[in-house]
Each structure stands twice: as C-alpha cells, then as structure tokens.
C-alpha cells in the first residue's frame, strides 16, 4: 500500500498550458515536501510546507498544503519544456520525523 | 553537484552475489538515508541512521543490511542477490533529524543483476 498516492502518473502537455498535479494521503504528515528529479540524477528539493493551509509560490509554481495536512497540490503556470521531469511528494509522518517517505511520482512532460 | 558521493555508479553482477554500495554524505550531515528506486515501485524507503545509530526502518530485506561508521559515511550490503534487486540505489543525507530539512541527494548506483 503506497502512503503518499500521486496523480497523475503521467501528464503530457502543450507549452504555455497550466496543470496541477496531486499528492494524497489518509495519512497526517508534519511536513510535505516536494521534488523533482531529472534523468540520471537525484531528487532536488523544491519546496517543503509544513502548516496546514500554506501556500508556496517558486517562479512559476505554486505549492498548496491542505488544511488537513494528507494532501498537497503542485500547480504549473505556463508550463516550459524545461519543467520536464518526476516530480515527487514526500512526506515525514507525525511523530516519525525520521522516516520520510516518497509516492511514485508524476512524470511531466512538456512539448514545445 | 549535492555534495552526495555514491560509489558504484554502475554494478552488473549475478544472482547469488553479494555487493556493497558505499554513500559519503555532505560534509556536517549527521543523518544518511537509503532509498531503492524502481520503475513500478518508485523511491522506496530502506533505512536511516543519524550519527551511527539506526534510527529508522522501511521495506528493507533481511538479505539486506546497512551500517553508518564514525566517520559518518554509510554502506548498504546487499546478499543472495535476486533478478528482482536490479534497480537505483540513491543515498541521501540531512543535517538532523528535523521534519523540515532537506534531503540531499547522490546520483545514485545503479545495480543489474543478472
């Protein structure tokens, strides 16, 4: 049973078009976090929420925690090719900081 | 470059091997973590330690064990490989243990088992 459920797995679309994509739990988590990887390399972090209800802004994406702090949403203004790649959601437990675990991820694909 | 080293980048070996996978961590990072990736599975937890003690546990085989030295660098031993094993091995690190830190990421090791 995977703990964070990401959608969609897969997002192909038009540059210049906006998309959000998901980050579900039934799970409370004490902070979320989200990143993206490239191929051949490891996760970057991009941002990291912790209040339910935060919202994030980096450039041109937005990050939103939900009240409730089991969800997270990533949405994309104006998308570029150069926002191609997994993004993962990543999440520290309430009461296990320690363990910090990730969904599968959605796979951004941008076309020009 | 996030100061992660991961050594091997690439290990093809067979099944019913042993190999191990070698993570230094950014310099002043207390905390090392082990993840195994995969297509269908995605970033699997394995283990965490923080300044040479485990401090948390996943889905880690018992075939698979994994040990952080005083130095702070960490290793993962995998044994009785299994076709199954194939996939990236990513070690990460993070200052402390808070819930809000960065995790720092190696470009990997990508092991094939044939």
């Known amino acids: 049973t995977q703990l964070l459920e990401q959608s969609p797995q897969f997002l192909s679309i038009q540059e210049g078009e906006n998309l959000t994509v998901y980050c579900n739990s039934s799970s409370v988590f004490s902070s979320l976090q989200w990143y993206r990887q490239e191929p051949g390399e490891g996760p970057v972090l991009l941002v990291t929420?912790?209040?339910?209800?935060e919202v994030k802004k980096l450039k041109r994406l937005t990050f939103q925690f939900g009240d409730a702090r089991k969800d997270s949403s990533l949405h994309i203004t104006a998308a570029q090719p150069g926002d191609t790649g997994l993004y993962l959601c990543a999440g520290a437990l309430v009461n296990r900081d320690d363990k910090i675990i990730f969904g599968k991820g959605t796979r951004l694909h941008i076309l020009p | 470059d996030s100061g992660v080293t991961q050594t091997p980048k690439h290990l093809i070996t067979a099944t019913g091997q042993r190999v191990t996978l070698r993570c230094s961590p950014r310099?002043?990072?207390?905390?090392v973590y082990w993840y195994q990736q995969s297509l269908d599975q995605g970033l699997q937890f394995l283990i965490q330690?923080?300044?040479?003690?485990?401090?948390a546990k996943g889905n880690i085989l018992e075939r698979f064990s994994a040990q952080q030295f005083p130095d702070l660098h960490s290793e993962l031993n995998l044994s009785s490989l299994e076709l199954g094993d194939s996939a990236l091995y990513f070690c990460?690190?993070?200052?402390?243990?808070?819930?809000?830190?960065?995790?720092?990421f190696g470009e990997g090791s990508r092991l094939t088992v044939l």
């Open positions: 990460a690190s993070r200052r402390g243990v808070s819930n809000t830190g960065e995790l720092f």
């Open positions: 310099s002043g990072d207390l905390s």
């Open positions: 929420v912790v209040t339910g209800g």
């Open positions: 330690y923080y300044n040479g003690e485990e401090r």
